[in-house]
């Protein structure tokens, strides 16, 4: 459905009670000194990402400048799974930061190019949403990057099966371990913007409305976002 358009929210930002720091990612040293690999050049260091963790629980937060600083949400679970959600200025997902709850490393999606250490200027705790797929069963269209529509249907089961466009989406839902959330598998097909497979979440929120909920996820290395509204 070209032209949809997502509803600008205003999100808190408060006073800075932290700091965003980028420490520059491990460099090599050349001339075959240790540490290099068998071409005398420096190995590949994976940069490290670390976000400030928060009590389990879903907040709205503020990172970087105090004076201009981005703003998002935060998914904490029991089991230690977080996910963080950072908007452009329309709202749309600018970038996605996850950890498992069996890792203690954090993934960012886009990747870091450089050591990353995230601290939160500000949260703000969030009143936890049910998350039902037999609550949400109906039709739904999200809009694409390019403009065009994607149709879906969700079952009571929880199962995504893809409508009459051209854009093929079709997945599952399942029990989520984030709060207001359910865990989310995806595939789409002939989908501007959209990786073939994703995992993630779907997200119910009050700041999303008049969208019912949103698809977040990632491939590893590509992000998903699409705000999903009834039909």
Same mark, same amino acid.
């Given at each position: 459905?070209?032209g949809?358009?997502?509803?600008?929210?205003?999100?808190?930002?408060?006073g /800075?009670?932290?700091t $965003?720091?980028?420490?520059?990612?491990?460099?090599? =040293?050349?001339n075959?000194?240790?540490?290099?690999n068998g071409?005398?050049?420096? *190995?590949?260091?994976t *940069?490290?990402?670390?976000v400030?963790?928060?009590? *389990?629980?879903?907040?709205?937060?503020s990172?970087?400048?105090a004076? %201009? *600083?981005?703003?998002?949400?935060?998914?904490a =679970?029991?089991d230690?799974?977080?996910?963080l959600l950072?908007?452009?200025t329309d709202d749309?997902?600018?970038? #996605?930061f996850?950890?498992d709850g069996?890792?203690?490393?954090w993934? /960012?999606v886009? /990747?870091?190019?450089?050591?990353?250490e #995230?601290a $939160?200027l500000?949260s703000?705790?969030?009143?936890?949403?049910?998350?039902?797929?037999?609550? #949400?069963?109906g039709n739904y269209?999200?809009?694409?990057?390019?403009?065009?529509?994607?149709?879906?249907?969700?079952?009571?089961?929880?199962?995504?099966?893809a409508g009459?466009t051209?854009c093929?989406?079709?997945?599952?839902?399942?029990?989520g371990?984030?709060?207001?959330?359910l865990?989310?598998?995806l595939?789409?097909?002939?989908?501007a913007?959209?990786a073939a497979?994703?995992?993630?979440? $779907?997200?119910i929120?009050?700041?999303?409305?008049?969208?019912?909920f949103r698809l977040?996820?990632d491939?590893?290395? %590509?992000? $998903?976002d699409?705000?999903?509204?009834?039909e």
């Amino acid at each position: 459905m070209k032209g949809l358009r997502f509803m600008n929210r205003t999100l808190a930002t408060g006073g /800075a009670l932290a700091t $965003l720091l980028l420490l520059a990612a491990c460099g090599g =040293g050349g001339n075959g000194s240790s540490g290099s690999n068998g071409n005398g050049s420096a *190995p590949a260091v994976t *940069p490290k990402v670390s976000v400030q963790d928060l009590a *389990p629980g879903s907040y709205t937060v503020s990172v970087g400048n105090a004076d %201009q *600083p981005a703003v998002g949400k935060y998914y904490a =679970g029991e089991d230690g799974s977080r996910l963080l959600l950072l908007a452009k200025t329309d709202d749309t997902l600018d970038r #996605l930061f996850r950890r498992d709850g069996a890792s203690p490393a954090w993934v /960012a999606v886009p /990747a870091s190019q450089s050591d990353l250490e #995230l601290a $939160l200027l500000r949260s703000d705790p969030m009143a936890a949403q049910v998350a039902d797929a037999g609550a #949400l069963a109906g039709n739904y269209v999200a809009a694409l990057s390019d403009g065009t529509a994607a149709r879906f249907a969700v079952d009571a089961a929880g199962a995504i099966a893809a409508g009459d466009t051209d854009c093929k989406l079709s997945g599952r839902l399942s029990a989520g371990k984030l709060p207001s959330t359910l865990a989310l598998d995806l595939n789409a097909s002939n989908c501007a913007g959209l990786a073939a497979a994703n995992r993630g979440a $779907l997200v119910i929120d009050g700041d999303y409305a008049p969208a019912r909920f949103r698809l977040v996820g990632d491939n590893g290395t %590509q992000s $998903l976002d699409l705000w999903a509204y009834k039909e």
